[in-house]
């Protein structure tokens, strides 16, 4: 039965990888894959998950299956670090999940399963996996204008208009902060904004953080999403490990259900149980069981949000010299957006052509919308970078 199986379509980050793995060019430059790196170009452990891995190694005792949610202190700790005190604990129902991508998985499933109907509301552009799961899924998208090319910038009042077309019923998926792919983010005026069109529409949000901590520091980048679990009925709130934790491979996410009404907590939580058990069944610990030492212990998060900041002010220093250089050599300005956004990525906002020209003549590896990985930059290549920008006629 398998011959009518359909050929799928290739990954086009994972095509990038090859493709820069076979080039041969000492200056060649990866900006495509969405990992963070430090100057020596490694992506690597932080201090805090090798000494929680060590207090592991020497204290656990079993490798027994967790709970269908997963170990409840990484819900405490996830939900801690996320929510904070915006919303009393007993109105959150959690689960832990395989990376954020399985958070995001399950969120979508819960929705399906509450409202075969619902439409998700997509920010154009978002991070393709949205796209690709919600197709496979067989949910309907809608599109919201959220990037200006002209500006760089969010195109707010656009936006606005998109997303008050939604219905109570339909969903707003939201990117927390650090928006994969733009690195355009809104301030808190322009969330206030979206708050009070969700508030009239009856839409639920659904926010996807993968990065917090990468933008303007753990508290300020949850912000938002704080603002919006406290500020509407109902919402889904998809979190990974991935990044501010550099445990990748481990596949740490959790997907959070809040309601005002605390007696729905214990349907949301028999939800998110029941989803975990017919995809997964129990969610991998390890990396949990990892960050949950770390939250949980004065001294590992200390050291590791030290180690964290040091990531995002070297990502932001790098921002502030590419556009710094972008100036120098093209004598304009207009290169100033790359040091306001936040986060691993900026869209340069510029056509396929020209990245194909990148790629062709300097060894710059993007992926074709222009999204560049700013954590793939040490001071020594931004230049490289900002001459090819250039020469290209970007």
Not at 285 to 313: K, N, P, Q
Not at 333 to 353: K, N, Y
Request: proline share 4%.
């Amino acid at each position: 039965m398998f011959e009518t199986l359909k050929e799928q379509p290739a990954d086009k980050i994972l095509m990038l990888m090859q493709a820069y793995k076979e080039d041969p060019r000492d200056t060649k430059i990866d900006l495509g894959v969405g990992v963070y790196k430090d100057t020596s170009g490694n992506t690597p452990i932080m201090r805090a998950i090798k000494a929680a891995e060590g207090k592991l190694l020497e204290t656990e005792t079993t490798k027994a299956y967790t709970g269908l949610a997963g170990d409840p202190g990484f819900s405490d700790a996830m939900v801690n670090l996320v929510l904070g005190d915006a919303v009393p604990r007993d109105t959150v129902a959690a689960a832990a999940t395989p990376g954020g991508t399985g958070a995001v998985r399950q969120g979508f499933d819960m929705i399906r399963s509450a409202n075969p109907q619902a439409r998700v509301f997509v920010s154009d552009p978002t991070w393709p996996n949205h796209l690709s799961i919600l197709k496979h899924m067989g949910i309907e998208m809608v599109p919201y204008r959220y990037f200006d090319d002209e500006t760089r910038g969010v195109a707010f009042d656009a936006m606005l208009e998109d997303i008050g077309k939604a219905k109570k019923g339909d969903v707003v998926l939201l990117h927390g902060c650090c928006h994969n792919p733009t690195g355009a983010n809104l301030n808190m005026s322009q969330w206030k904004e979206v708050v009070a069109s969700l508030q009239k529409t009856g839409a639920t949000p659904m926010i996807d953080i993968a990065y917090q901590g990468f933008g303007d520091g753990l508290d300020a980048d949850a912000a938002a999403t704080r603002l919006v679990a406290s500020s509407v009925p109902e919402c889904l709130i998809a979190a990974s490990c991935s990044k501010n934790f550099g445990i990748y491979r481990e596949r740490t996410g959790l997907l959070m259900a809040v309601s005002q009404d605390a007696s729905a907590r214990k349907l949301n939580q028999g939800t998110l149980n029941y989803l975990n058990r017919q995809n997964f069944s129990f969610p991998p610990d390890h990396g949990a069981r990892l960050v949950t030492m770390i939250l949980s212990d004065d001294s590992l998060r200390a050291d590791w949000m030290a180690e964290l900041e040091e990531m995002r002010t070297l990502m932001l220093s790098l921002r502030e010299q590419l556009a710094s250089e972008l100036q120098r050599l093209s004598g304009s300005d207009r290169f100033g957006f790359i040091a306001q956004h936040r986060g691993m990525f900026s869209r340069l906002g510029t056509t396929p052509e020209m990245v194909e020209k990148l790629r062709a003549d300097h060894g710059i590896y993007m992926v074709g919308d222009s999204r560049l990985n700013i954590a793939g930059l040490n001071k020594n290549t931004v230049p490289i970078l900002a001459k090819a920008i250039v020469d290209v006629g970007i």
